[in-house]
């Protein structure tokens, strides 16, 4: 059974999902963005026929295609509305990080996609690296133990010029700062790894040298979780003079781990009281070394959600996952413009609100 699929959204992530899209043998009938110039490029990139659609309006494509799968890739500030739209067509998504801007948008999607039997994935691809794999396969486990507190570090650059590339980043109506955007995949990770539900925030961010943009370069959080764990995030787009690393550590009473590389899909220390396997065999077998911090974790993403869609089961990463980490990020900015800690869960909140907050 052959879906058939389309793009919205030709923009800097596009590649990797119609590699994935093409790898998963999909039948990509259209594509579509503002900027036709971008739908020539990713065209000619992919040697897509010339008989795949082209539009400008995501609405017109909605209407006049018949589409099994979409993924959204546009600006962050407009995956809710474009959800939102396709959702009420009958089409199942995948929507880039974050899921929405706000957690009523978020909500709305999860909502109206129960409503209509609509599989929603939040692509959140780190959580397919087999490094990632494997460390959640000695959680589930329980190898772990008693989980202590994990941390993810997110130490990269972005300079002026990928911000002029593209206007709306760094800007809070359509993106959020280095939180949101570039540390929500570790952010995820650290979540999933220690249980999920997150109870309080502490957090502080600031504008530290990109003052061409409106929201943080530099985002530092203390959060709690239900099962009495704790995580540490510290996030910024200042480190000289290019990325650095991305790192996830989880420390359990009976379980050290690290992973790292450039999005962490390497196990660089594994120690288990239990010593069912070799620390020096793990590390060598879980190296992978991707060409970016994108990874490897499109691919088998679209695996799960083609599976997802014929089986009538929910995707491995699902619209409530993107939820959870959006309210992460939104209350680490909503603890740092308040200067105090907050409780979760939050019911409303949207990026919107910190509009002015580091203005100069």
């Known amino acids: 059974m052959s879906l058939k699929y389309a793009l919205i959204g030709c923009g800097r992530i596009s590649p990797n999902h119609i590699a994935a899209a093409q790898d998963n043998n999909l039948e990509i009938v259209a594509i579509c963005d503002i900027d036709v110039t971008k739908m020539d490029e990713i065209s000619d990139k992919f040697k897509l026929s010339n008989n795949i659609h082209r539009y400008v309006d995501y609405k017109d494509m909605v209407k006049n295609e018949k589409l099994d799968l979409i993924a959204i890739c546009t600006e962050s500030g407009k995956h809710g509305e474009i959800a939102l739209n396709c959702i009420e067509e009958g089409i199942n998504l995948i929507i880039e990080k974050p899921i929405a801007l706000s957690l009523e948008e978020a909500d709305e999607i999860i909502f109206r996609a129960k409503e209509k039997n609509i599989k929603v994935c939040a692509c959140h691809q780190n959580r397919f690296n087999k490094s990632i794999q494997k460390i959640r396969q ?123 590389g450039k999005s962490v899909n390497l196990i660089e220390e594994w120690q288990f009281a239990d010593e069912i396997d070799n620390s020096e065999e793990i590390k060598a077998k879980y190296n992978e070394n991707p060409p970016n911090v994108y990874g490897y974790g499109h691919k088998p993403l679209y695996t799960d959600m083609i599976d997802a869609i014929i089986n009538d089961r929910k995707p491995y ?30 019911n409303k909140c949207s990026t919107m609100e910190f509009k002015g907050r580091f203005d100069r």
């Open 138 to 260: 000695a959680y589930e486990e329980n190898r772990f133990g008693k989980l202590l507190h994990g941390t993810a570090h997110i130490r990269w650059n972005r300079g002026k010029d990928y911000y002029i590339q593209a206007p709306w980043r760094g800007t809070w109506e359509q993106d959020g700062g280095a939180l949101m955007n570039q540390c929500i995949h570790n952010i995820d990770l650290l979540i999933w790894m220690m249980g999920e539900e997150v109870t309080e925030v502490i957090g502080i961010t600031d504008n530290l040298i990109h003052d061409f943009i409106e929201a943080e370069d530099v985002g530092l959080a203390l959060l709690k979780f239900s099962n009495g764990s704790y995580g540490i995030v510290e996030g910024t787009t200042n480190i000289y003079p290019r990325n650095l690393e991305e790192t996830l550590y989880i420390f359990g009473e009976k379980g050290t781990v690290k992973a790292g």
């Open 317 to 346: 990463i699902t619209a409530e996952d993107g939820r959870r980490v959006l309210e992460v990020v939104l209350a680490i900015y909503k603890s740092a413009a308040e200067d105090k800690k907050i409780k979760l869960p939050l």
